[in-house]
């Protein structure tokens, strides 16, 4: 089974500017979770999306937001771009059975934002 | 609010000794606890999880449950530098989330 998969994995862009990211859950996952992760820090996490439906949402800005497509693909957006979103954005998707695995988090390999 | 504190470390290791890596949590009621494993510059990755007091063992590495005391932990035994990385702690809320300890970074010596 193909794991998470996010695109780009690399993106450089200047302040103002805004950008999309893309991620494609594990076959079968319907909850994608989103994080933002700066050098030397914990995850931050921005927000969660179940069945097309964001359930939860971290302390960010709305600049940040988020969507989630039938197919269970999510693509996340920042908007009016500044220098101190450069992160690393984090995906990862969670399986539907009950139970303790229906918490286990699988990630992708993320994507690298550089705000010029 | 749920809690969960890890030591941020570094933590060094010689390498073929024991790491002990510790998390605790504030919240009781968890069930569930999770060890992840993040390179640097890599996305994590899930080591274990263990939702029973006691030890839950695979392969080098032995989680350790004490509900009690709040606090889980990660031996990982014999040591290889390639063990070097950050290991996450996570506990699942009520609200679909793992809550995510802010790691601990470990360094294994040759």
């Known amino acids: 089974k193909a794991g998470v998969t996010q695109t780009p994995r690399y993106l450089i862009k200047t302040r103002g500017q805004q950008v999309t990211l893309s991620c494609s859950p594990i076959?079968?996952?319907?909850?994608v979770s989103w994080y933002q992760q700066t050098p030397g820090q914990g995850l931050q996490f921005l927000f969660e999306?179940?069945?097309?439906?964001?359930?939860n949402k971290g302390n960010f800005p709305g600049r940040f937001s988020g969507r989630q497509f039938s197919n269970s693909r999510s693509e996340m957006n920042v908007s009016t771009l500044e220098l101190g979103d450069s992160a690393l954005y984090l995906c990862?998707?969670?399986?539907?059975?009950?139970?303790?695995?229906?918490?286990?988090?699988?990630f992708g390999p993320g994507t690298r934002l550089t705000v010029l | 609010q749920k809690e969960v504190e890890q030591n941020s470390g570094p933590l060094s290791v010689p390498e073929g000794a024991i790491a002990s890596l510790n998390c605790t949590y504030s919240?009781?009621?968890?069930?569930?606890f999770f060890w992840y494993r993040q390179y640097s510059g890599k996305s994590p990755e899930l080591i274990m999880f263990?939702?029973s007091n006691g030890d839950k063992e695979d392969g080098r590495f032995t989680a350790q449950l004490n509900k009690a005391s709040q606090y889980v932990s990660l031996l990982i035994r014999d040591s290889q530098p390639s063990d070097s990385a950050t290991y996450l702690c996570a506990i699942p809320d009520s609200n679909y989330q793992l809550i995510w300890g802010a790691g601990t970074k470990l360094i294994i010596k040759p």
């Open positions: 919240d009781r009621g968890s069930q569930s």
């Open positions: 999306y179940f069945s097309e439906t964001q359930r």
């Open positions: 076959s079968g996952h319907r909850s």
């Open positions: 263990i939702y």
């Open positions: 990862a998707s969670s399986p539907p059975s009950s139970g303790p695995s229906t918490d286990t988090q699988y």
